[in-house]
């Protein structure tokens, strides 16, 4: 069990999200409106939750999206973001061959490609990673926090915050990805986990992931 409480964060809605377009590792997506509106959400929410100046380390996939929401909640949290921690096992899903393209211009193609009910995909993007990749990655991050007794923060994305739920939580790995999946969240949400335990902070309403759980 890794020491300490994580409050794990969806960064907010992105130009690629509202188009509809596969984002996986792209860099730099920029947030929308809405997105802003959602990072503000997240910064309230633990606002509410810790106060000013909590003693927390920073951590974030090093996207240009993940960065625009840490910096909107660490203005409402009273902390530097330039402290924050950048590390590439945090980041998205690799798409391989489908990054950029739009889901339906895949659909239309390849058939279907994410099982609705649990907002998973159903085949490894071409030249892409797999659930199993991501809790690999993320398990090695873990392994370096074990012997730091902090609180964390931590912003990062859809499919990957999933994994990593899943292993904080110690949920049993799907039979159909080969790694703990949590449940998914829309953009703009934010989990607290600490000893195993999960609770929701706050959920984001509407924005990409609340009606179509897929990828961010």
Do not use: K
Not at 141 to 148: E, F, G, H, S, Y
Request: hydrophobic residues 40%; proline residues 6%; aromatic residues 6%.
């Amino acid at each position: 069990m890794i020491a300490g409480t994580f409050y794990i964060a969806r960064h907010g809605e992105t130009v690629f999200n509202a188009a509809m377009r596969m984002q996986g590792r792209t860099v730099h997506t920029p947030l929308t409106r809405a997105g802003f509106d959602q990072a503000e959400e997240i910064g309230v929410a633990l606002r509410d939750a810790l106060g000013g100046g909590p003693s927390l380390h920073l951590w974030a996939s090093p996207t240009g999206r993940a960065l625009q929401t840490l910096a909107i909640v660490a203005e409402h949290l009273d902390l530097d973001w330039h402290s924050a921690r950048m590390d590439p096992r945090l980041d998205e899903m690799d798409m391989g061959d489908w990054g950029g393209r739009s889901y339906q211009e895949i659909h239309d193609a390849e058939g279907p490609l994410v099982d609705r009910r649990s907002g998973l995909f159903t085949r490894r993007p071409p030249a892409g990673e797999w659930y199993d990749d991501i809790a690999l990655r993320l398990s090695r991050w873990l392994d370096d926090q074990a012997d730091d007794a902090c609180d964390r923060l931590v912003i990062m994305h859809g499919i990957s915050s999933r994994v990593l739920r899943g292993l904080l939580t110690g949920g049993a790995p799907r039979p159909e990805c080969g790694a703990p999946v949590a449940p998914s969240l829309p953009q703009g949400s934010i989990v607290r986990i600490a000893d195993g335990v999960e609770t929701l902070l706050h959920r984001a309403v509407g924005g990409f992931g609340a009606s179509r759980p897929l990828t961010a």
